[in-house]
């Protein structure tokens, strides 16, 4: 992989992003475990991934693994004990390589943190952007010049008209600090849509980022744990919902190939 080919890969472009966010982070409030306890979640991360590749020899995309790790790095506390964080990020890749079937459909990072944090009963931190403003835009605009080259700018936008709309309709209407939530632009416009997780293909494509956002504003309803995380969680059904409606539409248009060769 030459040097320009390396600049031009999505995911790289995707880590130095959410590098600088992390920079800005530490720059607005610097605690030294705000800088060393990300270093090890991530180093550990790379180190799971190494041994679960060779384990069940799966070839893994450049730079997915460190933006699986990344994520997992800057979104669990560092004020949570060390070991959440190293278990949601050996979760994360434990669903990367053994929980697919000819191809990836869990979101692996929404996972292991998801899954982390209810074992542990820790609310989820999202803390690299929390309250910044100037982490939050330059999180949004350098994704969006990535998620425009790759056609996929529909999946965050489609998600933030509606959620955006659903609490214009509140009765308590809009607060304008809204719109440069950290959590919720992290969510749209990295995890949201993610390449192997997210539909590429059909109907699906379009309508992915709306039955996400319809499933937070329908679980926001019941009243949960603080450990429970809408986005990730509304995520995660989004992506088993989206596996077996593919899956069976596959099926179908076979069935139909081999009718019409009888």
């Known amino acids: 992989m030459n040097i320009k080919s390396l600049l031009h890969n999505s995911r790289l472009q995707v880590s130095i992003i959410l590098l600088v966010v992390w920079v800005v982070s530490l720059l607005e409030n610097f605690q030294m475990k705000f800088l060393y306890v990300p270093l090890i979640i991530l180093a550990v991360g790379l180190v799971v991934d190494k041994l679960l590749r060779r384990l069940v020899q799966v070839r893994a995309t450049p730079f997915s693994s460190l933006v699986t790790s990344l994520l997992v790095a800057f979104i ?12 949601a990020v050996t979760l ?5 390589y053994l929980i697919r079937s000819r191809q990836q459909w869990l979101n692996p990072a929404a996972f292991g943190i ?3 944090s209810l074992v542990f009963g ?10 910044s403003r100037v982490g939050a835009v330059v999180l949004v605009v350098g994704m969006i010049y990535i998620l425009y ?11 933030l008209l509606v959620y955006y709309g659903y609490f214009l309709l509140w009765p308590q209407g809009l607060d304008l600090s809204l719109l440069l939530d950290g959590t919720v632009l992290l969510f749209a416009f990295v995890m949201l849509p993610e390449p192997r997780t997210s539909p590429n293909l059909g109907i699906w494509r379009y309508s992915f980022g709306f039955l996400v956002v319809g499933l937070v504003i329908g679980l926001n309803f019941f ?17 088993i919902l989206s596996f077996f409606i593919q899956s069976i539409s596959q099926r179908v248009k076979k069935q139909r190939m081999v009718a019409g060769t009888v």
């Open 122 to 131: 820790l609310p989820v931190g999202w803390w690299v952007t929390g309250d």
């Open 92 to 96: 994360a890749f434990l669903a990367k």
């Open 223 to 239: 009243q949960l744990s603080t450990s429970f995380d809408l986005l990730l969680a509304s995520l995660l059904m989004a992506n």
């Open 114 to 116: 998801f899954i982390s």
């Open 149 to 159: 080259k790759l056609r996929r700018l529909w999946l965050p936008a489609t998600f």
């Open 76 to 87: 669990i506390s560092p004020e949570a004990p060390l070991w959440v964080g190293l278990a």
